[in-house]
């Protein structure tokens, strides 16, 4: 038996603004909100078969952290597969983010940038 990853949760300071720019840019929908987690408000938004769980708690109280990539259990990035790489880089300008490093290499390119919250995301295109 092969698992496959169903959905990642993490939070993030405003679930339904979070989840608007990622319909508008990766083309996903909303399939569902609602209370979670001591009381806090979740969205969960993606496709039919893989979604993010996008959490803020009830009071927002959030802190962030200096660097994710030398704290244990810190998310590092979020990683999106697209057919066209070039078309999600403008995507990714009109959409008010900064396209950061760029990398190509076997097998494929690649491309991150940061939303509002400091969260890394990497853009994937695959030869």
Not at 51 to 71: I, Q
Not at 80 to 89: C, E, N
Not at 112 to 126: A, K, R
Request: aromatic fraction near 14%; include cysteine; charge should be negative.
């Amino acid at each position: 038996m092969t698992a496959h990853l169903e959905h990642t949760n993490y939070t993030v300071t405003d679930p339904d603004a979070t989840a608007r720019w990622m319909c508008d840019l990766f083309g996903w929908h909303v399939r569902w909100t609602g209370g979670s987690r001591d009381v806090g408000y979740s969205v969960h938004v993606g496709t039919d078969t893989h979604y993010l769980a996008l959490y803020v708690p009830k009071d927002g109280g959030l802190a962030a952290r200096e660097d994710n990539y030398t704290t244990t259990g810190g998310l590092n990035h979020i990683a999106v597969v697209v057919d066209d790489i070039a078309a999600m880089r403008d995507r990714v300008v009109a959409t008010g983010f900064e396209p950061g490093e760029h990398y190509d290499y076997e097998p494929g390119q690649r491309f991150y940038f940061h939303d509002h919250d400091g969260i890394e995301y990497e853009v994937v295109q695959y030869d």
